[in-house]
């Protein structure tokens, strides 16, 4: 007789309640900040996604730290699979269903490009790009995300004219 299997969604949400159980029993002891934050960021590694976008999975096995060689793969894979005519919508509904999303709406303090800030005051950059055409898959854990951005253009039917891909990854 066959034995059920567990998807592993079902694993990970059954390995993260005992894990924040667990963290709570332990932070209740534990009066170091430190200690609790460590703890809070070992339970949030284990609920985030740690995968790639599915479509991207073989382009990007072994280039971690190879960005510009990832990035290269990745457009070349973009503009094969949305060509220059492609209707925008059909783009961003495919990479929605791969789990990309849209950027955050950028702050409205930002500081556009070119504009000279006050010395030893910390500010945001304004996007110099449409924001609203670009999607972003991001993965990884609390030590290290990465992050893939498709970008596009397109005319004035919403056919894409121009689409790039980059890949990115950010550690601690």
Known sequence: MARPRFSPWLKRIVVGCVAIVGAGLVS???SDSKV???LASVVISLLENDKPP???EADLKGRWNKWDEASRKLSDHVQEQFPAGTPEA???SRLEKQGFKPLASPRRD???AGQAM???QT???CPTSDPSKILVYRWG???CTETVAVRWTTDSVNAVTQVSARYDAACL
């Open 28 to 30: 209740s002891f534990v």
């Open 118 to 120: 006050p010395a030893g």
């Open 54 to 56: 599915p479509m991207f």
């Open 90 to 92: 059909e783009l961003k």
């Open 141 to 143: 854990g609390v030590v």
């Open 110 to 112: 930002c500081v556009p």
């Open 123 to 125: 500010y945001t950059p």
């Open 36 to 38: 609790r934050f460590l």
